[in-house]
């Protein structure tokens, strides 16, 4: 079999913690029990292309209702690139997104790339540095404590779908810890910090505003005590950026946010540090 005979087909969970090992390996620092989480948002969204049976590349494309998708884990081996594997793969996973809008956390080299295929700039997800530690303030609550429906409506207002069987998946992660802030029955903001590869890494942090954002950062932090801590701060939301700077975070990483097919409706203002560079 000739090397442009790149066979796509649907991972396994199994596949998925290889992909995330590779991501590992592109320095993206995944979370350490993030594979059971991503499976759960979409099973059939994850794509890996092989040769002769040997897995060489991998993509995601993650449908969520309604009319959302994102793609992301976008790796071929190193040894296989320059071959056209990445371009089938591509197509495999747009293919697979058809009409819906579709998200992407890009890096920026490749931004010009994206657009000749329908992308286009929303606006920059900064990575932010720190390192954690510090008391925790009060009025906080841990997450499980909290109805899953109120997490899931509250969750609804800052990303543009539905994600129940992720999220379920992603607060209870063994390595994780999830706070809220309530007001009465409602929440006015949430955030989850999980541990990874390097330190630990916050995302997502929704929260109404900017008090509630920094009793939630703070909160999750005092979780970390000297470890370095990550949160990927939207450029669209000056509040957010700012809560990195009283934080002393440095900029580590960037990458484009874009869109194909429009732009889905969601409260950046809420949006402090987004989910995952992989599911949006």
Same mark, same amino acid.
């Given at each position: 079999m000739g090397d442009t005979a790149l066979a796509v087909r649907r991972m396994t969970e199994a596949d998925l913690a290889l992909a995330l090992e590779w991501a590992a390996a592109e320095g993206w620092n995944p979370g &350490? %029990?993030? +594979?059971?989480?991503? *499976?759960? +948002?979409? @099973?059939? !969204?994850? &794509?890996?292309?092989?040769? %002769?049976?040997? @897995?060489?590349g991998s993509v995601s494309a993650v449908r969520y209702r309604p009319g959302f998708g994102f793609l992301g884990? *976008?790796?071929?081996?190193? $040894?296989?690139?320059?071959?056209?594997?990445? &371009?089938?793969?591509?197509?495999?996973?747009?293919?697979? &997104?058809?009409?819906?809008? =579709? !998200?992407? %956390?890009?890096?920026?080299?490749?931004q010009e #790339? *994206?657009?000749?295929s329908g992308f286009k700039l929303a606006f920059r997800n900064i990575r932010q540095r720190g390192v954690g530690g510090g008391a925790a303030?009060?009025?906080? =609550? %841990?997450?499980?404590a909290v109805s899953f429906d109120e997490i899931a409506r509250y969750d609804r207002t800052a990303f543009p779908a539905p994600r129940a069987d992720f999220l379920k998946a992603w607060i209870a992660e063994p390595q994780a810890h999830a706070l809220g802030v309530m007001d009465g029955r409602s929440l006015k903001g949430y955030g989850v910090l999980r541990a990874c590869r390097e330190g630990f890494k916050i995302g997502p942090l929704f929260a109404d505003g900017a008090e509630i954002a920094e009793r939630l950062f703070q909160g999750l932090i005092s979780r970390a005590p000297g470890a370095a801590v990550f949160l990927d701060t939207p450029e669209a #939301? @000056?509040?957010?950026? +700012?809560? +990195?700077?009283?934080?002393?975070?440095? @900029?580590?990483? $960037?990458t484009a946010?874009? *869109?194909? #097919?429009?732009?889905? $409706?969601?409260?950046?203002d809420r949006c402090f540090? =987004?989910?995952?560079? $992989?599911?949006?």
């Open positions: &350490l %029990d993030d +594979a059971r989480s991503f *499976y759960a +948002a979409d @099973p059939d !969204g994850f &794509l890996l292309g092989e040769l %002769d049976r040997r @897995p060489v884990l *976008y790796i071929v081996k190193p $040894e296989f690139r320059g071959r056209g594997f990445g &371009l089938e793969l591509w197509r495999a996973a747009l293919d697979r &997104l058809g009409g819906r809008i =579709v !998200g992407l %956390d890009g890096v920026v080299a490749q #790339n *994206y657009v000749k303030r009060p009025g906080l =609550v %841990d997450l499980a #939301n @000056p509040a957010a950026l +700012a809560l +990195a700077g009283r934080h002393d975070m440095a @900029p580590v990483f $960037e946010r874009m *869109y194909k #097919n429009g732009i889905p $409706e969601m409260r950046l540090g =987004v989910t995952t560079f $992989e599911l949006g």
